[in-house]
C-alpha cells in the first residue's frame, strides 16, 4: 500500500498452491490510529469505516506509528501533505451501496455485510467443510477485533498476516494511564504547595 494505492493484492506460494491475497486498512473496532490522534483527525464513523479528516490533521503523523498493520501513509512528496489510507469506500455505503472492491470481485471471494451476520457465514463455512479452510477467521479476535475478516486454507502466517497482535486492542494498553492523568494533575500542585509550605521559613 502507498498513499496512491489503498489497497495492494499480493500473491504467496504455498505447498498447496499461489495465494492472492487483497489487504487494506482492517478497520479496527477500536483503532489505535484514532487513539493515538490528538486532534481526532483519525475517525470511525458508526458505520465502521476509519476516515482521515484533514480540516483536523496537525500533521504528526502518530496514526502512522500506532497502527499495527501499518496502513496511514503520508504524502511526503505533495506541497499540501495529508494522510491517506482505505476509507471503506464511506460515501458509497452512506448512499446504499457496496463497497468499490467488493462489487468489481470478479469470483465474488469478497462479501460484504454486517460483522456478525459475516462472523455467522465464517463460521458455517468452516463448519460443513474442515478439511477446505484453516480453522480461524483473522480479524475476529486480533487487536480486539477487524471490520475486515479473511478465512484461508492455510495458516495465515504464510500469507504475510501479522500473528503476533494478541487479542487486547491497543487503546486498552494506555486507558488506565490516560485515567490517571488527571489525577496528578490535581494532585500533584496541591502537593508541591504543602511541601513549599512545610519549608518555609517563619
Known sequence: MTETQWTAVSRYET??????VKKQCMHCLEP????ACPTKAMYRTDQGAV???????LGC?????ACPFDVPKFEYDSAVPGIQKCIL???RIQQGEIPACVKNCPT?????GSRRDLLETARERIYKDPDKYHHEIYGEH???GTAWLYLSAVPFERLGFRT???TTSYPEYTKQFLYSVPVVLLLWPALLMALNKSTEKE
Not at 15 to 20: A, F, K, L, V
Not at 61 to 65: D, E, G, N, T
Not at 108 to 112: E, G, H, I, S
Open 15 to 20: 505447498e498447496i498452491r499461489n495465494y492472492y
Open 164 to 166: 503476533d497482535l494478541g
Open 142 to 144: 486480533e487487536v480486539g
Open 89 to 91: 469506500c464511506r460515501d
Open 61 to 65: 503523523r502518530y496514526c502512522m506509528i
Open 108 to 112: 465474488k471471494a469478497l462479501v460484504f
Open 32 to 35: 489505535a490510529c484514532v487513539s
Open 51 to 57: 476516515i482521515w479528516r484533514a480540516n483536523k490533521c
